[in-house]
């Protein structure tokens, strides 16, 4: 058995939590998630997660089509990934996240990507969101009470996953 790396440094030192529970969207490494080698790509790890992430939200009634007629958009502000172990093609995994931190507009999430029997750590990660005014292209002020609503019942916990 290979030795883990440790979690990065932000990832390591992570904030109260508001939700403990994990929300899990399992993925399988499909041919055109790898490279030459059969190995999962890199930003193949960041679209799963993506795609978790809009999976957990919508699990608790916000959609992104709802976001965006809100006139609410959450791009990527910071990005941290560690690469404990690859995935190959074929292999199945679970995408686990939670919110972590909401304070203002700002909204971190956490993940980890790891073997549907957690015997295996593949990725560590913590993406950082912020609210933007679709229209006016700025950071709101506040996020739309429908979105703060939405996220007060993530940071409920809850079965999820």
């Given at each position: 058995?290979?030795?883990?790396?440790?979690?990065?440094?932000?990832?390591?030192?992570?904030?109260?939590?508001?939700?403990?529970?994990?929300?899990?969207?399992?993925?399988?490494?499909?041919?055109?998630?790898?490279?030459?080698?059969?190995?999962?790509?890199?930003?193949?790890?960041?679209?799963?997660?993506?795609?978790?992430?809009?999976?957990?939200?919508?699990?608790?009634?916000?959609?992104?089509?709802?976001?965006?007629?809100?006139?609410?958009?959450?791009?990527?502000?910071?990005?941290?990934?560690?690469?404990?172990?690859?995935?190959?093609?074929?292999?199945?995994?679970?995408?686990?996240?939670?919110?972590?931190q909401s304070e203002?507009?700002?909204?971190?999430?956490?993940?980890?990507?790891?073997?549907?029997?957690?015997?295996?750590?593949?990725?560590?990660?913590?993406?950082?969101?912020?609210?933007?005014?679709?229209?006016?292209?700025?950071?709101?002020?506040?996020?739309?009470?429908?979105?703060?609503?939405?996220?007060?019942?993530?940071?409920?916990?809850?079965?999820?996953?």
């Open positions: 058995m290979q030795p883990q790396l440790p979690p990065t440094e932000a990832i390591q030192n992570l904030p109260t939590l508001l939700s403990e529970s994990w929300f899990e969207y399992p993925v399988r490494a499909q041919p055109h998630h790898t490279d030459y080698a059969g190995v999962v790509w890199h930003g193949t790890y960041v679209a799963w997660m993506e795609e978790a992430r809009m999976e957990c939200l919508r699990s608790i009634g916000v959609s992104f089509v709802d976001l965006v007629a809100l006139g609410c958009e959450l791009p990527v502000v910071e990005l941290s990934i560690r690469y404990h172990r690859p995935v190959q093609m074929g292999m199945a995994a679970i995408v686990k996240t939670r919110m972590t203002g507009v700002r909204i971190v999430w956490d993940y980890q990507i790891q073997s549907p029997d957690a015997q295996e750590l593949y990725i560590t990660a913590q993406v950082t969101l912020v609210a933007i005014d679709r229209e006016k292209g700025k950071i709101m002020r506040q996020l739309p009470s429908a979105v703060k609503d939405a996220l007060a019942r993530l940071a409920g916990g809850g079965d999820r996953g």
